[in-house]
């Protein structure tokens, strides 16, 4: 019910039907509960203290009240709101705000900045939606929606633990991230800065503009291919700052083995990996966004530390073009060297840097160099960690 909430997120009408569902969706598990209590072992003890509990956070006493008044337009239209942003130029960034009522469809947006010739022609339109409930002026309605799941799912947890029961019998769900599992941390899958919020319309080429994710699931027969191909893997666990080491020992095994290395980047939190993926990037504006929504992705899973492998391009001097801007190492011609680059940073403002240069011979073998590697703190820090600067600067300013 929150995916279906979410994948409405930009059409007014059908969002508040799907918030009215999932809102009485919610309320339900708890009048379900105690219509069960007679047989829920030791329901007294456990649905107390969660009452308890429920009464002094602000998103369980909102889920409550909330049940019917939510779907109410004036309810949601109070501080809601609708942005729409022009992009003329990705390079120079220049920027047109328009506000529009948040119930206002996004083809009626459209029509009405298309009808006025003095607006933008070409470009990129990005269309922003942030829904908010007055009783709960804080907060964006699927961030607190995920964290009032999360409780309740904690609290079914609480119930199978007290009566020492098996897991949920749950056969084949939609969406796949329904499983037998209770979660006590949010879902990876309900991320709250998703596209979900936004919308994009390349003016030039007359169509959307959407972020497609794959997700890929670990088998354990994937698992023994990998390890019959790569010899025996490796677990990334620990201090991101810490296993940069072994992260770039497996990788170059794995670089010798196909010639090339995907990038990845894993999320940690408390010295755990809780997500990984592998970025695409089509360009350097492309890079420039794809690490913006990794920040968007950290602030989600509340990562606290991060580390990101890929190969480079890396330049022994400095060449400037006539312009006197340096000219970046990709752009250097015969000049240019590879790499693989291990950047690590976490919350606490612990950083690290690994790198094994490679060269390849006339018959394409890797020849690897020597591994260099350093730590560093905020003030150290230097321009190679640019491509984490989003998710640093989401760090510092909370």
Same mark, same amino acid.
């Given at each position: ?35 069960? *209590? ?30 019917? !008044?939510?779907? *109410? @337009? ?21 920027? !047109? ?8 469809? /996004? ?66 769900? @939609? ?19 998703? =596209? ?156 690290? /840097? ?9 018959? =394409? ?32 300013? =909370?």
């Amino acid at each position: 019910m929150w995916h279906t909430m979410a994948d409405s997120y930009m059409q007014p009408e059908t969002f508040r039907m799907h918030l009215n569902s999932l809102m009485q969706g919610m309320r339900n598990v708890t009048f379900m509960l105690q219509k069960q *209590k007679s047989t829920l072992p030791r329901f007294e003890e456990w649905y107390t203290e969660f009452q308890t509990a429920a009464k002094s956070n602000p998103l369980m006493r909102w889920s409550v009240s909330s049940r019917n !008044r939510i779907v *109410k @337009e004036s309810d949601l239209e109070l501080l809601s709101k609708v942005k729409v942003r022009w992009v003329g130029d990705w390079e120079r960034r220049q920027e !047109r705000n328009f506000s529009f009522p948040p119930r206002m469809p /996004s083809k009626a947006i459209l029509s009405a900045i298309f009808s006025d010739p003095g607006n933008p022609q070409i470009g990129v339109i990005t269309i922003s939606r942030q829904w908010v409930d007055r009783a709960l002026p804080d907060r964006e309605i699927l961030s607190a929606t995920r964290e009032v799941f999360v409780n309740l799912s904690a609290l079914i947890s609480t119930a199978h633990a007290a009566a020492s029961s098996e897991m949920c019998g749950l056969s084949t769900r @939609e969406p796949a991230c329904v499983t037998t599992e209770l979660a006590r941390e949010p879902l990876p899958c309900m991320d709250i800065n998703p =596209g979900w919020l936004q919308e994009h319309m390349d003016l030039g080429a007359g169509h959307g503009i959407n972020e497609v994710t794959y997700l890929v699931e670990r088998t354990p027969e994937s698992s023994k291919r990998s390890e019959k191909r790569y010899g025996t893997t490796m677990e990334v666990a620990g201090n991101p700052i810490e296993v940069t080491a072994r992260i770039m020992e497996q990788a170059a095994k794995a670089l010798v083995r196909d010639k090339k290395h995907v990038p990845i980047i894993w999320f940690f939190r408390d010295d755990a990996v809780i997500d990984s993926m592998v970025p695409v990037f089509f360009d350097q504006n492309g890079k420039y966004l794809t690490m913006h929504r990794v920040a968007d992705r950290v602030e989600s899973l509340k990562a606290d530390g991060i580390a990101f492998l890929n190969e480079i391009w890396y330049a022994a001097d400095v060449k400037l073009d006539k312009n006197g801007q340096a000219i970046p190492a990709r752009d250097r011609g015969r000049d240019r060297r590879e790499a693989l680059h291990i950047l690590a940073a976490t919350s606490r403002g612990e950083y690290a /840097s690994i790198f094994t240069p490679f060269s390849r011979n006339l018959l =394409g073998k890797i020849v690897l160099g020597e591994t260099l590697s350093e730590t560093l703190t905020n003030i150290e820090i230097d321009g190679q960690f640019n491509i984490l600067r989003p998710v640093i600067d989401r760090w510092r300013n =909370g």
